[in-house]
């Protein structure tokens, strides 16, 4: 368990502005800073950060919250690994409550793998014997020198219990050795993981050791697989690491362009020759965290370079299942003669390379190409067969809208019928992958108008070109914004109840950005009448805090009250408009929220009327009601006027 000591420890020392300038190219604005949001596709900035309440919001997909919430979305991590990564950013170490965890602390893994990158980078330099040598001529037999070999870590694992002597020397346990992956217990004793291999070091994004990819030398032998990588540990995880990522996000940024091989030393050749920009997947399928990976660097296009072979289609096959899934062009380049980028780099040169990859096709040409290659489609019944294969391939796609595109073509292809192309590959199963979780489309939301903001009638009717608040806020374009049952409750809330919670929002948001200013609205906050419980409850948290407390103590003091008042007070609109002073801006917020208060008050009071006989109660609720329509009008007279001057 992570102590709330500790969260703050990391929420103070983590930048949040440079955090996110990482992956968003961000404009300051005010106090803000707005940028395209990393978790949608959008062409025009909604997306804002408030360094000063520690806040995130997108006004296109609805989603928001703070430093912690951010990078779950980003890094896609649980809460307590989010904390956990920008711990390791920050170089901070958790004290963690015993047993909340098991086994050894991440870092002293981390730790241990260092030191074993070390141990074998010096065996391969400076090591003696016929493995040592073995594993430099492997290199030097792939253009490897000893210069590369430096630059990247390269090494040698001799096994045989020498790794393990080593890191007991530096004071690390068998346990921490065990749970890094680097040995393994065997019938009662700690003996190395890889031996007798040339090794290759995996980093995470910040360049540190996390994992190691080991390739046998010398013939092959029965039984022993030609690569063996690390499992998955405290400190990797292989479907959401890519080989090279730490030198390659800078090139990424850079073109616009990822380059995906297939191998570790195809992409230190890609390298070498000045295609910075590549990586490849660690001993696993190319996954969809892997593609998040990559558009963290706002790439445009993944080009993979799969082998021409049966392993290379099928790698290509599974990957089509996220063309939908992502705003990059997904494509594909196979280089002549069956050569990998490796062997086609040293016969031709980088020069030879450019244009083709230039020139790389969408990669479900290539599938249909490949696919429909070893069929006769003269006959009917083959045209069938062909149909029920290509079906299952597509079959990931049957829900997408581009299905229609691809249902289309391969008819076409099959001189076959439209509709009846679609329903195989709406009927065909899906051929889920072992390590793949199953993933929902983003949708992509209309975003309203930001002109300016909501200023409701004084009769209480909405003019024609109104805009209500909750247009921007209140329902979130995405379910996954926000959790399912507020989801559902607000589509259960009358129109006029859903501009009332934005309203509500925006109010609270007003007083996290400047609680000591709000303070002087407390009267008139105490008589509203709240939609939502936890919104009042946020408000008297915040307005609570002693005089001269900063936004961020403010942001705390709500969630200490609710835990997902940070996703609530992240999506305040009103603060950011640049037509009205800080004070007036505050009176709106204040006004629109009464107004709303007042008129529901008005439509509970009518309910009531309706259903009971007339007595002094009712005479009593009459005689509110209509001095809250009294001050109802006053309030949307005044909202009316401040445009209109």
Not at 12 to 27: G, N, S, Y
Not at 138 to 165: D, H, I, K, N, T
Not at 252 to 258: D, H, I, L, Q, S
Not at 411 to 425: N, P, S
């Amino acid at each position: 368990m992570i102590t709330d000591e500790d969260k703050e420890r990391v929420r103070q020392a983590t930048d949040f502005v440079q955090l996110v300038a990482e992956t968003v190219e961000l404009r300051q604005r005010g106090q803000e800073f707005w940028g395209c949001c990393p978790f949608h596709g959008e062409k025009s900035p909604s997306f804002k950060v408030n360094p000063a309440t520690g806040l995130w919001h997108c006004f296109g997909c609805g989603d928001g919250g703070d430093v912690f919430s951010y990078v779950q979305r980003r890094e896609n991590l649980d809460f307590p690994d989010a904390i956990r990564y920008l711990a390791d950013r920050a170089g901070i170490e958790l004290t963690e409550e015993r047993g909340a965890r098991r086994g050894p602390r991440k870092t002293r893994l981390m730790e241990a793998l260092g030191a074993a990158e070390e141990f074998y980078h010096t065996m391969l330099m400076r090591g003696k014997g016929t493995g040592p040598d073995e594993a430099r001529r492997y290199f030097a037999g792939r253009g490897f020198g000893s210069e590369v070999c430096r630059r990247w870590g390269l090494g040698f694992a001799p096994g045989r219990g020498s790794l393990v002597a080593c890191l007991r020397e530096k004071g690390f346990t068998s346990a921490e050795m065990v749970a890094a992956d680097l040995a393994q217990e065997r019938s009662g004793r700690v003996v190395d993981r890889f031996y007798e291999r040339v090794m290759f070091p995996i980093h995470d994004e910040q360049g540190r050791t996390i994992a190691f990819g080991g390739r046998i030398i010398g013939p092959k032998r029965d039984n022993v697989a030609k690569y063996v990588n690390t499992r998955d540990t405290a400190a990797f995880n292989k479907g959401k690491h890519l080989f090279a990522y730490d030198r390659a996000k800078e090139g990424m940024a850079a073109t616009g362009e990822a380059i995906v091989c297939e191998g570790y030393t195809d992409v230190i050749a890609m390298h070498e020759a000045g295609f910075t920009n590549a990586v490849a997947a660690l001993g696993t399928a190319f996954r969809l965290d892997h593609v998040r990976l990559m558009e963290r660097q706002r790439v445009s296009r993944i080009i993979c370079m799969f082998d021409g072979d049966a392993a290379g289609q099928r790698a290509a096959e599974r990957a089509i299942r996220y063309l939908d899934k992502t705003s990059a062009a997904l494509l594909c380049v196979v280089l002549p003669d069956g050569q990998d980028p490796m062997e086609f780099l040293a016969a031709h040169g980088a020069d030879a390379l450019r244009p083709i990859l230039a020139a790389a096709r969408p990669l479900m040409d290539f599938v249909f190409e490949k696919r429909l290659e070893g069929y006769d489609l003269s006959a009917p019944g083959r045209r069938v067969r062909a149909l029920e294969d290509m079906a299952g391939v597509l079959a990931p796609l049957k829900r997408s809208v581009l299905l229609d595109e691809y249902a289309t073509r391969l008819a076409d292809a099959l001189g076959m019928d439209v509709d009846e192309t679609k329903r195989a590959i709406r009927e065909a199963p899906v051929r889920e992958l072992d390590e793949e979780r199953p993933a929902r489309a983003p949708s992509a939301p209309a975003t309203p108008s930001r002109e300016r903001p909501a200023v409701p009638a004084a009769d209480g009717e909405a003019p024609a070109d109104y805009v209500p608040l909750e247009a921007y806020d209140a329902v979130p374009a995405d379910p996954g914004a926000a959790p399912a049952d507020e989801v559902a409750g607000m589509s259960r809330l009358s129109a006029d109840e859903r501009m009332q919670v934005s309203a509500e929002q925006e109010l609270l948001a007003a007083i996290a950005r400047r609680p000591d200013a709000m303070r002087s609205f407390g009267a008139r906050i105490a008589s509203l009448s709240w939609v939502d419980e936890r919104h009042e409850a946020m408000a008297w948290a915040m307005l609570s805090t002693p005089d001269g407390a900063t936004p961020a103590e403010a942001v705390a003091a709500a969630v200490a009250v609710v835990p997902d008042a940070a996703r609530i007070l992240s999506g305040g609109r009103v603060m950011d408009e640049a037509e009205l002073s800080d004070d007036q801006k505050l009176e709106f917020i204040v006004d629109t929220a009464e107004l709303c208060s007042c008129r529901r008050r008005i439509r509970q009071i009518r309910g009531r009327l309706r259903s009971a006989p007339s007595d002094e109660d009712s005479e009593r609720l009459f005689a509110e009601a209509t001095e809250l329509q009294r001050r109802s009008n006053e309030l949307a007279n005044r909202l009316s006027s401040v445009f209109s001057e």
